[in-house]
């Protein structure tokens, strides 16, 4: 057999071919998932390639989230939801409702993503999913309405960019900070079609939250997929967050010889906290340069950094303390699950406290629909995925990417400023338990 | 299938993106036809009103990238042409054209083409030929599989057909 990436791997198992990078196959996917924006349109393919009343054998599969316009802020989402609902009904798939999440954490929480599976989302960030061992790719509302009738659907198998750190990471330098730079390294289109592996010594050691980072924005440098290979933490992590009871194949990992179509390699000494400037997130510079840009708005949330860990960090920073003057804080946690977290640990309540507006669960302002939607002018840092102009609202507003660490003390001061350059109690001992690369 | 009738080439350069396909104050529609009306306004106008069916849109390099709709793919479509020659296409607009059952050719002579030159896609050969010049044109022909499913019009026939719920004819 010749020497594959883990990409190759799973999509050889799905198709039952034995294939390597460019090959098409049509494979079996494991779950799916749609939200109130792209769910419609999968429907009514459905619709269209079925006859009116067909069994709908992969329901169990079929997820469908509430999440980009919720509650409803129109009538249009409300119909939308509506539609959603009534289908689930009637053919059993599994439907979440509003303040359950955004798609992503969702699919994650509720044990719909394994090691070594096929997951397609209509949804970009499907990408999500690789930060546990899966291949997860975002495909359009004609492949995805198609596959609920199927159960299969073609891809053609992408090549690898593997990006390695190795060691330690300093105080205050996340997942986010890595990602950052290598979207700035490799540009917003360096990976486009390809998977973005994610290896090396340093990665390994990261939380599971920090690794669904990396595969997260894999997208916003054009990746098909992000995938960082599966261990024991894996299993420890779906054990605790989905009951699941896997055990990781030792095998479902790149081979020493797999062909890449690119290496990049890091130093994790070497690397600072990361800012992309507006308008997009290959922009992304050291925090150091950009230290003192005045921000109207600081936004904590989204299928990247909305995870309890996430928001906990910014309550660390702020705990006792105040927002700064003319500065809003938005926080919106990524699932109901993270909402209750931040609830019974009073994390909800230190932020209300230091002044944020703490939000229900769901995508919020993230790509500009509502609930914290910026004006012109106005400055946001947020913990988002994507800073194109207007993505936040309006199109002469401007958004600025980072860490959550990095929005809890940009908020404090009202302007960007270094998370390393705040008092070490802030984000002490207590929070590495819990946080994991803060130490 | 073979695309043997010839007809007339549209040549466009590199880089042209779906906003430059279809300008993206248009995506509200989604009809194909109406969405023809406005295909290439801004970079050619009188493409929409003098394009016949069974033509032929030529491109450079990277033809298609931007935006993740359908809409560039369903204006050519209801424009009525008969395929996308280029010497490389953007991965989701080679998705989504195949997707809708838009035949395309890979072809890095493309350049040789001319506006106004008569070709046809040989998708069975895999070439692309130029009854202006007499030249035929290497192009990769799509895999079997993707070749099946534009034949049977793209994913929702083809779907169909595997479902057993296509219309018998
Ligand atoms: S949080 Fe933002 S990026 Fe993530 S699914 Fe929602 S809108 Fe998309």
Known sequence: MTAKTITEKILSEKSGRDVTAGAYVEAIVDSMVTHDVTGPLAIEVFEDVTDEKSELPTADDIVFTLDHHAPADGVEAANNHNILREFAAEYGTHQYEINDGICHQVMIEEGFVEPGQLVIGADSHSTTYGGLGAFGTGVGSTDLGTTFATGELWFRVPETIRFEVQGDLPDGVYAKDLILKFIGDVGFDGATYKTAEYAGSAIRELPIHQRLVLANMAIEMGGKAGIVEPDERVETFLEDQATLDVSVDPDLASDDDATYEATYTYEGSDLAPQVSKPSNPENAVDVDDVVGTGIDQVFVGTCTNGRYEDIRVVADVLAGEQVAPGTRLIVVPASKSVYEKCLETGVLETLVEAGATFQSAGCGACAGYHQGVLGDDDVCLATANRNFPGREGSMDSQVYLGSPATAGATALYGEITDPRDLETTRYGDHVSADVGVVR | ?169
């Open chain 2, 1 to 169: 299938m073979t695309v043997d009738e010839p007809g007339r080439a549209w040549v466009f350069g590199d880089d042209i993106d779906t906003d430059q396909i279809t300008p993206s104050r248009f995506i509200v529609l989604s009809d194909p036809e109406e969405l023809a009306e406005h295909a290439f306004n801004d970079l050619r106008p009188e493409f929409s009103e003098k394009v016949r069916e069974g033509e032929f849109v030529v491109a450079g390099e990277n033809f298609g990238g931007g935006s993740s709709r359908e809409h560039a793919p369903l204006s050519l479509l209801g424009a009525g042409v008969d395929g996308v020659v280029a010497q490389s296409f953007a991965r989701i607009f080679f998705r989504n054209a195949i997707n809708l059952g838009l035949p395309l050719m890979i072809c890095p002579e493309a350049h040789r083409i001319e506006d106004g030159d008569e070709i046809t896609m040989d998708l069975d050969a895999g070439a692309v030929r130029n009854h202006e010049t007499g030249e035929r044109y290497d192009a990769e022909p799509l895999p079997e599989f993707l070749q099946e499913l534009v034949d049977e019009g793209g994913l929702k026939p083809y779907t169909k057909r595997k479902l057993g719920t296509a219309e018998q004819s």
